[in-house]
């Protein structure tokens, strides 16, 4: 009996022995996965929760672009007043981006318009007004699209302005071939 005994704890001890195994296994599987998984895509996650000067949110990156295993942003500003310009932009390792500029140009409303929509284009093009000679449109194909907002820049005025000015903004974005197929044609 006492060797009967015996070997029932012995089985115990195997089966205890067995199962931790498993754990211990499963536990390495899981963290191994997990580490890849965000290996590959961190790279969106880890950009700031405001970029460029807070003109943009990572939540909108993050449904722009694809995921990507790494990520930057920046922006800066250039000149003043009639002069002024700032520009963004947010690139991954996959060579995907989003980019944008906003800058004061001396530009009419109906030539920004007219330059926007492009000649013999066949980019589908989409057109919005708003009160105050506010524009905007977008270009479906290429991914792009414009803001014409007119204005008056302090350095300039208004009585001894020769052309009208507008804040233009324009922006852009583009994913690869490769993130394309990897994010199943999402784009």
């Known amino acids: 009996m006492a060797d009967g005994d015996g070997r029932i704890r012995e089985r115990r001890a ?5 199962a931790k195994g498993f754990a211990a296994g499963l536990a390495l599987v899981c963290l191994l996965g997990g580490g890849t998984w965000l290996y590959f895509v961190k790279g969106l ?6 970029m460029c000067d807070g003109t943009l949110e990572r ?4 449904r722009v672009l694809p995921q990507a295993r790494a990520a930057d942003a920046g922006s800066r ?6 002069d002024l310009a700032f520009y963004c932009h947010v690139n991954t390792s996959e060579g995907s981006y989003l980019d ?4 004061v140009l001396p530009v009419s409303r109906e030539k920004w ?4 929509r492009g000649s013999g284009s066949a980019d589908t093009v989409a057109h919005v007004s708003a009160d105050g000679g506010i524009e905007a449109v977008a270009k479906l194909e290429s991914r792009s699209a414009g803001v014409y ?8 005025p208004s009585y001894n302005a020769s052309a009208d000015y507008g804040v233009v903004t324009e922006l852009a974005s583009a994913t690869t071939a490769r993130s394309r197929a990897r ?3 999402r784009s």
């Open 45 to 50: 996650y880890l950009l700031p929760e405001d």
């Open 113 to 116: 318009l007219k330059s926007s």
């Open 14 to 18: 195997a089966t205890r022995a067995s």
């Open 183 to 185: 994010n199943c044609g």
């Open 149 to 156: 907002v007119p204005c008056e820049p302090p350095g300039v």
């Open 59 to 62: 939540g909108t990156v993050v």
């Open 100 to 103: 944008g500029r906003a800058q």
């Open 77 to 82: 500003v250039q000149g003043a007043g009639p």
